[in-house]
T-cell receptor, first 112, second 115 residues
Framework: SQKIEQNSEALNIQEGKTATLTCNYT??????LQWYRQDPGRGPVFLLL?????KEKRKERLKVTFDTTLKQSLFHITASQPADSATYLC???????????FGAGTTVTVRA | GAGVSQSPRYKVAKRGQDVALRCDPI?????LFWYQQALGQGPEFLTY????????KSGLPSDRFFAERPEGSVSTLKIQRTQQEDSAVYLC?????????????FGPGTRLTVL
């Protein structure tokens, strides 16, 4: 069965540094990958989508890469700020598949 | 504009009680999803509606779980004879259309605690 793994441990970084999160998957060939942010007590909020034929996507201080050979996506938050502290979820989907399969998430804490 | 809303935000039920969780999606959104999120885990797919049609209920854990969206807008997730293992956050999400690549908009969730 398919498996999606994100950083097993929480990430604690200093303000201004770059946070790098990983999302690895097995037994799946997704057509796209989405990243969401989730704050405590709230639902996930969409951040970025990257398709299987795209290597990299950027949005403001966020950058996502997608390597279908390694079956891995990397999510970078550059010039991190305390307001970036949250749990980040990766989610995989197929081109004809309406549903998303989520990883367990990585909790990021940015220290001032 | 208004986002996805869910009610109640918190629900405590005694084991064996029935509960009903409501989701108000973004107006005009065709697709509606229910997910279950256990503590420290990502959301797990439960069921999917396209307008009023329930196209996939493969994620529902047992026949005690039932979902409906009779008029293609508001949806209700019902859990009969609740068990302790049903304790989780239930998230509802809507999407503008059935296009797989489009983002999903999530509600705040209903935290269900079964005693």
């Amino acid at each position: 069965s398919q498996k999606i793994e994100q950083n097993s441990e929480a990430l604690n970084i200093q303000e201004g540094k770059t946070a790098t999160l990983t999302c690895n998957y097995t037994n799946y060939s997704p057509a796209y990958l989405q990243w969401y942010r989730q704050d405590p007590g709230r639902g996930p909020v969409f951040l970025l989508l990257i398709r299987e034929n795209e290597k990299e996507k950027r949005k403001e201080r966020l950058k996502v890469t997608f390597d279908t050979t390694l079956k891995q996506s990397l999510f970078h938050i550059t010039a991190s700020q305390p307001a970036d502290s949250a749990t980040y979820l990766c989610a995989l989907g197929g081109s004809n598949d309406y549903k998303l399969s989520f990883g367990a998430g990585t909790t990021v804490t940015v220290r001032a | 504009g208004a986002g996805v809303s869910q009610s109640p935000r918190y629900k405590v039920a005694k084991r064996g009680q029935d509960v009903a969780l409501r989701c108000d999606p973004i107006s005009g959104h065709v697709s509606l999803f229910w997910y279950q999120q256990a503590l420290g885990q990502g959301p797990e797919f439960l069921t999917y509606f396209q307008n009023e049609a329930q196209l996939d209920k493969s994620g529902l854990p047992s026949d005690r779980f039932f979902a409906e969206r009779p008029e293609g807008s508001v949806s209700t997730l019902k859990i009969q004879r609740t068990q302790q293992e049903d304790s989780a956050v239930y998230l509802c999400a809507s999407r503008r259309d059935q296009g797989a690549y489009n983002e999903q908009f999530f509600g705040p969730g209903t935290r269900l605690t079964v005693l």
